[in-house]
């Protein structure tokens, strides 16, 4: 009787420790704490925009490694890069996944997984894991050429991998939503940061954004019969230097060093706090490459000085809208309209076509940046990322182009 009762005391013992097993595998939680919810919880009422964002560059920016988020060729005769005469890097697509060979002499010296993908709009660039640390692959995706190229800031000579470029918490920030960093100092850029990497969470997501939204997802679901929004905060209801800094997180220049992570930011913060005063000081507008920098670059345009305007004066964050320049045209001509006179002097000179499409190339014009170049297979010259300028103006260089060019 004795037995019988301690093996059915030990089988239920078994049975819960399955049960927490099961439960704790089947619902992790959210990385971040219970204060998030992911994504995945504000489909059920945001469908439509849910929908929409999925096609968006944030929502892109960062994935796992694999056939649909790696857009380079590993067709044979496109997927080697030649070094040099002894040296060459072959991009193979084996059973166990996708991954960069180096081969010198023809003899396997390193492979790597493409584990995790940034980007997906001018380039793709591709991490890999070894240990608890990230490392960038050497080889690049640069979209406008459909050709695998050197990393950005990667000279030819990268047999020394992968030392040339660990990766650091700085870049996880800005490309994605979260990940744990060990030993847990924000302070430090040291790039080899060691990562839990169970906690990396893809993509730039809703909550990236809006801050955490459990107990906004929890009332509504409660509350159908509110209309109105609970414990979230409403982007309207920020002053304009807070709606900034919903986009100068990431929009604003990288800090080498930060008083605190970014991942902590939600809206409602003042950005400046998480950064040095003399970072913020620094800032010289006249020489900020086009890249990485729309915040400042806006802020020193006349549009932007004599009028409220927003990132999202132009920007509906929720859709893809690259390339649509008749759509910003429209959010040029909601300020400068014809009856208006700060409509363009240029006007007379122009075809009503010519003016509908193309506000933003001649005075966004896309710049060069300095601060991405890459290397091409078989070109000798490096080759740069055209970015447009966010500083809004008169470019009388650029204007004279197009005028030869359209009219
Ligand atoms: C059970 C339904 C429900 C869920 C789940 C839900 N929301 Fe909402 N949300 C609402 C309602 C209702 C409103 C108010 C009407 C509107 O703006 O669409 C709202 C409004 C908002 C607003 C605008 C707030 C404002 O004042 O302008 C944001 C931002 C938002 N939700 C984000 C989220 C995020 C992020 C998630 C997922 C973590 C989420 N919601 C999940 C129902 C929900
Ligand atoms: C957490 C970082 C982060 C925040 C916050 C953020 N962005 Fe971005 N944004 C990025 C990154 C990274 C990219 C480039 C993604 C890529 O191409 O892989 C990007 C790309 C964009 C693009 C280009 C889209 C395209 O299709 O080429 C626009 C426009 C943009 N962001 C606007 C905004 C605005 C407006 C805000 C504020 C409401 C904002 N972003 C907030 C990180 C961020
Ligand atoms: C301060 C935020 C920030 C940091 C730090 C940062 N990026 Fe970015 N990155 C951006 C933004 C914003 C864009 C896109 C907008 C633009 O072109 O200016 C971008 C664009 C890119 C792109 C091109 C994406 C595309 O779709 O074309 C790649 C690749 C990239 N970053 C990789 C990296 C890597 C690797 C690191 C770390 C070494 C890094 N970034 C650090 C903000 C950041
Ligand atoms: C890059 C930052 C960013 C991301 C990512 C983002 N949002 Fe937004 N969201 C904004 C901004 C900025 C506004 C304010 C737009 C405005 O009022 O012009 C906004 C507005 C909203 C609103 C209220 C107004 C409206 O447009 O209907 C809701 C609801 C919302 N977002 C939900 C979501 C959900 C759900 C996701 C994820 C699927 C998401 N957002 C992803 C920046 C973001
Ligand atoms: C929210 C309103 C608003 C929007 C939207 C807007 N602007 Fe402006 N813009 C202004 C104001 C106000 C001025 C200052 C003009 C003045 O005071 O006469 C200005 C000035 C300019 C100037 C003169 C700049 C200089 O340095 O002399 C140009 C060019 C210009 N805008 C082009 C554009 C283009 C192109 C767009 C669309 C991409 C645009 N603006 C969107 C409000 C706006
Ligand atoms: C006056 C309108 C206007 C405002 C305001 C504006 N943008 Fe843009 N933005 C544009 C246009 C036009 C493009 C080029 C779009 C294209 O060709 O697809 C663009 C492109 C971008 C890109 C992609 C750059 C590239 O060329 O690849 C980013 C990132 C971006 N904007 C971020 C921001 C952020 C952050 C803010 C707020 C600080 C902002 N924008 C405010 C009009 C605007
Ligand atoms: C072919 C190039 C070109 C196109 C396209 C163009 N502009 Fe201009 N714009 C110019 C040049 C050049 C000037 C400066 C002319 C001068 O000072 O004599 C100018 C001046 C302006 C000014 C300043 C006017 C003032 O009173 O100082 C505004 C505002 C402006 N443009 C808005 C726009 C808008 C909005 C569009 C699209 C509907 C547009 N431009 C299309 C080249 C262009």
Redesign the pocket.
Known sequence: MRKAIIITGICVIILMVAWLQFYHNSAPGDPRGTAY?GSA??V???SGIYNSYVHTAHYMASAPGNGNTVHGNFAKGFNVFDINKTQKAVMEKLDSGLFQTYYQNGKVKERHRFDIVFGAVKGETYLYWQGNKLFQLPLSYFSAQHQWSTSPGLGSNFMDYPQARSIGIRCMECHTSYINYLPGKAQELSGTEEFDKTSLIYSID??RC?GP?AQ??DF??SNPQV???RF?T???SLTRSQKLDMCAVCHSGKPEVMLRSSFEFVPGDTFAKFKLPDFVKKIDTTQLDVHGNQVQLLQSSKCYINSSMDCSTCHNVHQNSRGESALYTQKCLSCHNSPNHTYCKMAGQLSAVVLKRNCISCHMPALTTKAISVQVAGKMAPVNFFVHTHRIAIYPQQAKTIMAHVN
Do not use: F, N, P, W
Request: net charge positive.
């Open positions: 919810a919880a504000c059920k009422c945001h809703c909550e809006h939204g906004h997802a509504q679901s209309k109105t929004a979230i409403g982007y309207k």
